[in-house]
């Protein structure tokens, strides 16, 4: 029996429905989700050292330092006690995380796949602006530079990991039941 923590990453554009589908896998697998972003708005409402670069980067749509990301990441998997593994939503998000994921984390964690949420930017700039969560990055012009950053730094983390051939990819421009419909198979495949 191994010890080391089962990890699914979930990645995809902003508002393509990573926060909801995890929500769904996590009641039906007792996977526990863990958003990156969301840690870090804890973070910075928590009146924590990092909490003015935090709302910079928030804002701005670039990548909070990956010694601030991964330590919240840890801290929360030791926190959770016995799971079933971590759904790690949002990260990780650029080669910076990457690298440091891999330095901190690698022999302490199974990464099983990178769950890909793909879809079209015109419907997921419409999800974010109807999202009514009162998020500071949800307006046009946080947007505009959160899907440059998906663009140009996230999107080569996940064929990084489709070289691996650890790429499961959804499409989510559809409803969420259906969504949820193939992802579900995708866990039984894997043995969750
Ligand atoms: N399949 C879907 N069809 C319609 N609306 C959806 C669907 N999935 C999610 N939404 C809605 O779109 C908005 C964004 O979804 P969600 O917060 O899950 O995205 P996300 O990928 O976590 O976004 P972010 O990267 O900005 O955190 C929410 O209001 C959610 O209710
Ligand atoms: O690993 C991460 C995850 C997130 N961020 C920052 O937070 C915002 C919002 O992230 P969501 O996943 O959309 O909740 C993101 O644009 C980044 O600025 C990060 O730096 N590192
Ligand atoms: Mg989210």
């Known amino acids: 029996m191994s010890n080391l923590y089962k990890v699914v990453f979930v990645l995809g554009p902003p508002g393509s429905g990573k926060g909801t589908q995890c929500a769904l896998i996590q009641k039906n697998f007792g996977l526990v989700h863990l958003s990156a972003g969301d840690l870090l708005r804890e973070e910075q409402e928590s009146k924590s050292q990092y909490g003015q670069l935090i709302a910079e980067h928030i804002r701005n749509g670039t990548i909070v330092p990956v010694a601030i990301t991964c330590a919240l990441l840890e801290n929360a998997m030791k926190a959770s006690g016995d799971c079933a593994g971590f759904l790690i939503d949002g990260f990780p998000r650029n ?56 663009n140009t730094q996230t999107y080569p983390i996940i064929e990084y990991y489709e070289k691996l051939g650890l790429v499961r990819e959804v499409a989510t421009c559809r409803d969420t039941d259906e969504v949820y419909t193939d992802i579900e198979k995708i866990f039984k495949e894997a043995g969750f």
């Open 95 to 150: 080669q910076d995380n990457l690298d440091g994921w891999q330095k901190n984390m690698a022999d302490k964690v199974d990464v099983k796949f990178t769950l890909y949420l793909s879809c079209k930017v015109d419907v997921c700039v419409s999800r974010c602006l109807n999202r009514k969560q009162g998020r500071a990055d949800d307006n046009e012009e946080s947007l505009r530079k959160r899907i440059h950053t998906y």
